[in-house]
């Protein structure tokens, strides 16, 4: 069976976790979140539920994975992107 390279992501604003896996092809996003163990890691994170993307692509966990995608696991919006940019403008 063929195997493909891919990574899994999980990016905080300090720091990211970043595992590059084996697999074999035909594999999917919630395969290749398990098996990178990234949930060791970080135990806080509820990865079963959290948004996933494909190079910055919003995804489901059953899409197949191709030869070196990158899996970015995302973390949930604290706030409106709009509403806190125009609260920052606010400030200057």
Same mark, same amino acid.
């Given at each position: 069976?063929?195997?493909?390279? *891919?990574? *899994?992501? =999980?990016?905080? @604003? &300090?720091?990211?976790? &970043?595992?590059? %896996?084996? %697999?074999?092809?035909?594999?999917? $996003?919630?395969?290749?979140?398990?098996?990178?163990?990234?949930?060791?890691?970080? @135990? &806080? $994170?509820?990865? /079963?539920? /959290?948004?996933?993307?494909?190079?910055?692509? +919003?995804?489901?966990?059953?899409? $197949?994975?191709?030869?070196?995608?990158?899996?970015?696991? =995302?973390? @949930? %919006? %604290?706030?409106?992107? !709009?509403?806190?940019?125009? !609260?920052?403008? +606010?400030?200057?």
């Amino acid at each position: 069976m063929r195997e493909i390279t *891919v990574s *899994v992501v =999980y990016a905080l @604003p &300090e720091r990211a976790t &970043e595992i590059e %896996l084996q %697999l074999p092809a035909g594999t999917t $996003v919630a395969d290749a979140i398990m098996r990178s163990r990234i949930a060791e890691q970080h @135990p &806080e $994170v509820d990865f /079963a539920r /959290a948004a996933t993307g494909i190079f910055g692509r +919003k995804v489901r966990r059953d899409a $197949v994975l191709a030869a070196g995608d990158r899996v970015e696991i =995302y973390r @949930p %919006l %604290l706030g409106d992107a !709009k509403d806190i940019r125009r !609260k920052r403008a +606010k400030r200057a």
